[in-house]
Nanobody, 118 residues
């Protein structure tokens, strides 16, 4: 079993930056890729970004060029650096982890709130 815990959410003005983190614990051998989804008010959860164990990354078009996903050398913590934030980035951001050979999220964190507002 894998446990995920997000941190770093908060309130930031439009155009600002924020970095959120996700720490994984438990059985690391059950994790291949990690990433982020978000759920905006009144909307379904949507994909944001992924990083694989080989450090390959992928982004949703809505955040490409503004967000950067990375992970630490031990591959236990994944980060999402968010720059040039917009009000429409306001959402609860959920960390996920996927098992080897299956890119679908298998484990989820509880979420961290990011609010972009002046």
């Amino acid at each position: 079993q894998v446990q995920l815990e997000e941190s770093g959410g908060g309130l930031v003005p439009p155009g600002g930056s924020l970095r959120i983190s996700c720490a994984a614990s438990g059985s690391r051998f059950n994790v291949e890729s990690m990433g982020w989804y978000r759920q905006r008010p009144g909307s379904q959860r949507e994909y944001v970004a992924t990083i694989t164990s080989d450090d390959l990354t992928n982004y949703a078009n809505s955040v490409k060029g503004r967000f950067t996903i990375s992970r630490d050398v031990h591959q236990t913590t994944v980060y999402l650096q968010m720059n040039n934030l917009k009000p429409e980035d306001t959402a609860v951001y959920y960390c996920y982890a996927a098992r080897p050979y299956n890119p679908n999220p298998a484990y989820w964190g509880q979420g961290t709130q990011v609010t972009v507002s002046s």
